[in-house]
């Protein structure tokens, strides 16, 4: 069974850190796109980082950039967030996804400018951001 599981979430103070972690079973990230997306209560899901696994170059949206940072660990087939200087605007629901074979720019991915294709997606784990 293809899967994909998050996890790390919590509730932390405004500037501080958490790292989440979204380990795939049932398959492996050969030559896929995987990403981090969020949504808050009322709002779109927003594309937050993407990363290609196979030359793992990386997107950041503009919101996060310079605070956040993905990673991807093969032996543990796990794909990491760490987000520092958090805001209470980063409080949502944080969801990775993946896609096998993404021939796009990674940033497309994230964004939603590429074509529409079949996707895993995990279930989500709750950041909130408050003091």
């Known amino acids: 069974e293809v899967q994909l599981v998050e996890s790390g979430g919590g509730l932390v103070q405004p500037g501080g850190s958490l790292r989440l972690s979204c380990a795939a079973s049932?398959?492996?990230?050969?030559?896929?796109?995987i990403g981090w997306f969020r949504q808050a209560p009322g709002n779109k899901r927003e594309g937050v980082s993407c990363i290609t696994s196979s030359d793992e170059i990386t997107y950041f949206a503009d919101s996060v950039k310079g605070r956040f940072a993905i990673s991807m660990d093969n032996a543990k087939n796990t794909v990491y967030l760490q987000m520092y200087s958090l805001k209470p605007e980063d409080t949502a629901i944080y969801y990775c996804a993946a896609r096998a074979r993404y021939r796009h720019p990674v940033r497309y991915y994230c964004t939603g400018e590429g074509p529409t294709g079949i996707d895993s997606w995990g279930q989500g784990t709750q950041v909130t951001v408050s003091s």
């Open positions: 049932g398959f492996t990230f050969d030559d896929y796109a």
